[in-house]
């Protein structure tokens, strides 16, 4: 179910962890447990492998560990690609350029009236469709609120239209996001749809985008941990290729708590596929 580990971004992660966890107390580290536990269900041990292959020579708690590392989350560079914020403006006029030289290539007429406007057309299109480009997400997850709950919260069906990179055409479908507060910090529902809205808005992989998710949430809201699931549909798998209308591509992104923990995350997910569609 969940993924091997990146090895490279997961190192950085655990280095972090064990600064973090000289700088802070022990105080995190009942509740953690306690969350842990009960989301790991009864008869759970918590001396489970660890999926990063971590040592932890100082015996301290999985659950204390994982907030740690919470708080010093770092993703890899993939994820530092989004530049916090960096401005990647669309250049309409090489994209009206580009879609008239496209046109001309497959033996169209771009002079045609039909077609006359569509250069113009698809560069303004492009600039909102790919807006996620010049954009930080997870700018999206900076407020948020304090409420005393520190059970699984599930925004499910959360409408997602992609664009795959390989054939720049869409994909579209649900994302499902699990998550177990930290210290009672969870965000709006409408906000979580909007970093999924922003990923999404860019050439994508279906799997990095259901990454990019996760590690937003687990850098800003600092969970226990995060499940992203997507199931879409990919028009490059539809009209082309395997021709398989229908047919639905599902991911999943797990971190923190659900990484490690097999109930906690087969608890997670099947509420999940309760709420999937089918
Ligand atoms: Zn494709």
Do not use: W
């Not at 030289?101 to 909102?128: H, N, Q, S, W, Y």
């Not at 687990?218 to 995060?226: C, D, I, Q």
């Amino acid at each position: 179910m969940s993924g091997k580990p990146k090895a490279k971004g997961e190192a950085k992660i655990e280095v972090k962890a064990k600064d973090a966890a000289k700088a802070e107390g022990a105080a995190k580290e009942t509740g953690a447990a306690r969350a842990a536990a009960k989301a790991a269900g009864p008869g759970q041990s918590e001396g489970e492998a660890r999926p990063y292959g971590e040592a932890r020579p100082d015996g301290e708690s999985q659950a204390d560990g994982e907030s740690q590392a919470d708080g010093e989350y770092q993703a890899d560079g993939e994820y530092q690609a989004d530049g916090g914020g960096e401005s990647r403006q669309i250049d309409e006029a090489k994209v009206r350029e580009a879609v008239t030289l496209f046109l001309r290539a497959i033996g169209e007429d771009p002079e045609r009236p039909g077609l006359a406007e569509t250069p113009g057309r698809v560069a303004r299109m492009a600039k909102e469709i790919f807006a996620g480009l010049a954009i930080d997400p997870q700018k999206h997850l900076e407020r948020v609120f304090a409420e005393n709950h520190e059970e699984l919260v599930l925004v499910g069906n959360i409408p997602l239209y992609s664009f795959c990179e390989h054939h720049l055409l869409p994909f579209f479908g649900k994302a499902h996001v699990a998550y177990i507060p930290h210290k009672g910090m969870i965000t709006g529902l409408s906000k979580l749809a909007r970093v999924v809205e922003g990923y999404s808005r860019r050439p994508q992989l279906q799997e990095r985008l259901t990454g990019q998710i996760a590690d937003a949430v687990m850098r800003s809201l600092k969970p226990y941990g995060v499940m992203v699931v997507i199931e879409a549909e990919h028009m490059c798998m539809t009209i082309r290729g395997v021709n398989k209308p229908g047919a639905k591509t599902l991911t999943s992104a797990t971190r923190g708590i659900f990484r490690r923990d097999a109930a906690a995350r087969a608890e997670a997910l099947s509420l999940i596929m309760k709420e999937a569609t089918h």
